[in-house]
T-cell receptor
Framework: KAGVTQTPRYLIKTRGQQVTLSCSPISGHRSVSWYQQTPGQGLQFLFEYFSETQRNKGNFPGRFSGRQFSNSRSEMNVSTLELGDSALYLC?????????????FGPGTRLLVL | AQKITQTQPGMFVQEKEAVTLDCTYDTSDQSYGLFWYKQPSSGEMIFLIYQGSYDEQNATEGRYSLNFQKARKSANLVISASQLGDSAMYFCAMREGVNSGGSNYKLTFGKGTLLTVNP
């Protein structure tokens, strides 16, 4: 079974631009979560989607948004990029069958903002 | 206050020896889950092991075991017979409110421990 895939793997943007990252979950998984990883702040939760609905949101500005499609694929968008948005963005999916449900992560998208 | 604390920024271990990576957590929930992930330099987070707050036995998965001490709020990862391929960052994470109808899938991560296995 294919794992979580994320595209693109690497991205270079300039300040003020916007970017869209894509995540395809493991087949059958309906929950998709996004995390930002930086050397300074570590891993931080961005948001989680289930059946096209955002259920949880982390403490990030409104420039960060996301959505989920009917096939469970998810996208996140960052508008008006800032230098501090340079990070590894990780997507995770889960089946959501029970309390111990594990989140499986993709390889991440490395975003560099110049 | 930090919800997940990993006090060891870096650890060294000789190949074939066992190593313990520390993790303490802070929560007022009665139902929660604790996870350990491994992150090689490639960046992908690899799930290792899970422990539920109501699990009476310590979790084990192959060479990985979790030393769960609920009263002390610690969930240390033990890796037995270390291998060179174990060199990576290791993250402890917590999911709170696991019985809240399955609506909370947010993981809170610690800062991580960089493990280096020496030949």
């Amino acid at each position: 079974k294919a794992g979580v895939t994320q595209t693109p793997r690497y991205l270079i943007k300039t300040r003020g631009q916007q970017v869209t990252l894509s995540c395809s979950p493991i087949s059958g998984h309906r929950s998709v979560s996004w995390y930002q990883q930086t050397p300074g702040q570590g891993l931080q939760f961005l948001f989680e989607y289930f059946s096209e609905t955002q259920r949880n949101k982390g403490n990030f500005p409104g420039r960060f948004s996301g959505r989920q499609f009917s096939n469970s694929r998810s996208e996140m968008n960052v508008s008006t990029l800032e230098l501090g948005d340079s990070a590894l963005y990780l997507c995770a999916s889960s089946l959501q069958r029970g309390p111990g449900e594990t989140q499986y992560f993709g390889p991440g998208t490395r975003l560099l903002v110049l | 206050a930090q919800k997940i604390t990993q006090t060891q920024p870096g650890m060294f271990v000789q190949e074939k020896e066992a190593v313990t990576l520390d993790c303490t957590y802070d929560t007022s929930d009665q139902s929660y889950g604790l996870f350990w992930y491994k992150q090689p330099s490639s960046g992908e987070m690899i799930f290792l092991i899970y422990q539920g707050s109501y699990d009476e036995q310590n979790a084990t998965e192959g060479r990985y075991s979790l030393n769960f001490q609920k009263a002390r709020k610690s969930a240390n990862l033990v890796i037995s017979a270390s291998q060179l391929g174990d060199s990576a960052m290791y993250f402890c994470a917590m999911r709170e409110g696991v019985n809240s109808g399955g609506s909370n899938y947010k993981l809170t991560f610690g800062k991580g421990t960089l493990l280096t296995v020496n030949p």
